[in-house]
């Protein structure tokens, strides 16, 4: 229908600017508390080139997002609220991050399931498509792993894998 073909454009869009967060995300985590605090405040001309590209994929996903419902322009405030919601900011913990990632792939899983047939005739394969679908899903639903030191080992870490209620070495 030409809603699903609707939903599947800001599918793609969005798909596409995560694939690049996915890539971009682990060089701007390297960059530290002060690169990263660098990248988000200075103007284009001075950033890098990992930086330029990572507010553009940033500024991509969050007009896939809100375009889709409301088709107008996007206000300041909602790309702000978008880069506290979906993508890395100086000081995240591993944690956070993974929150992100996680939320992000929850918006991916429901433009792509709300693409319907249309993604399926997009890819050539409607079973592609469920899978595409699905790995969203699992993304979305991942656990998240939360690490804390060991006291009294130095260098020794513990695992959470189920929010902080067991814990192992």
């Keep these: ?6 939903a599947l454009n800001f599918f793609n869009r969005a798909k596409q600017a995560d694939e690049e967060l996915e890539v971009l995300e682990p ?9 990263q605090t660098y990248q988000a405040l200075a103007p284009n001309f001075m950033q890098t080139q990992t930086g330029q590209s990572y507010q553009q994929a940033q500024r991509a996903f969050t007009e ?20 506290k919601t979906y993508f890395a900011q100086p000081g995240d913990s591993e944690t956070v991050l993974a929150q992100k990632r ?10 792509g399931f709300e693409s319907g047939q249309a993604l ?3 890819l050539g394969d ?3 498509a ?8 699992a993304r979305a639903s991942a656990s998240a792993s939360v690490r804390k030191p060991i006291p009294g080992i130095p260098g020794a870490e513990a695992e959470s894998t189920d929010g902080g209620k067991t814990w192992k070495r």
């Design 130 to 137: 469920k899978a595409l679908v699905n790995s969203y899903k």
């Design 120 to 122: 399926g005739e997009f």
């Design 126 to 128: 409607p079973d592609e």
């Design 1 to 6: 229908t030409g809603v699903q073909k609707r």
């Design 102 to 111: 996680r939320a992000r792939g929850t918006m991916l899983a429901s433009l």
């Design 27 to 35: 060089e701007i985590q390297q960059m530290g508390l002060g690169g």
């Design 64 to 83: 896939a997002r809100l375009r889709k419902d409301s088709g107008a322009a996007i206000p300041d405030n909602e790309f702000a609220n978008d880069r």
